[in-house]
Nanobody, 120 residues
Framework: QVQLVESGGGLVQAGGSLRVSCQAS????????MGWFRQAPGKEREFVAA???????YYADSVKGRFTISRDNAKTTVYLQMNSLKPEDTAVYYC??????????????WGKGTLVTVSS
């Protein structure tokens, strides 16, 4: 089992920045690809970004150039730095993990989420 605990959500004005974190425990962190998803009110959960153990990153088109995913293997933590935030980025952000390469439609573990609210 892998446990994922998100933190860092909150309220930010449009154009601002926020960093959310996900602390992983329970298995060898470097064996897992890590990702972030989000779910806005009334919408389906969507993929945001992923980072594999070797550092390769992937982004949804909607956040490319504004968000940066990174991981600190020593701290077993994955981060999502969000810049130039827009009201449409408002959502619950979920951390996700999958053994091996990260595949968005094959997530094995989920966190409980952290709420990010962007005010206009």
């Amino acid at each position: 089992q892998v446990q994922l605990v998100e933190s860092g959500g909150g309220l930010v004005q449009a154009g601002g920045s926020l960093r959310v974190s996900c602390q992983a425990s329970g298995r060898t962190f470097t064996n897992y690809g890590m990702g972030w998803f989000r779910q806005a009110p009334g919408k389906e959960r969507e993929f945001v970004a992923a980072v594999n153990s070797g550092g390769t990153t992937y982004y949804a088109d909607s956040v490319k150039g504004r968000f940066t995913i990174s991981r600190d293997n020593a701290k077993t933590t994955v981060y999502l730095q969000m810049n130039s935030l827009k009201p449409e980025d408002t959502a619950v952000y979920y951390c996700a993990a999958r053994r091996g390469a990260f595949v968005p439609n094959a997530v094995e573990y989920w966190g409980k989420g952290t709420l990010v609210t962007v005010s206009s």
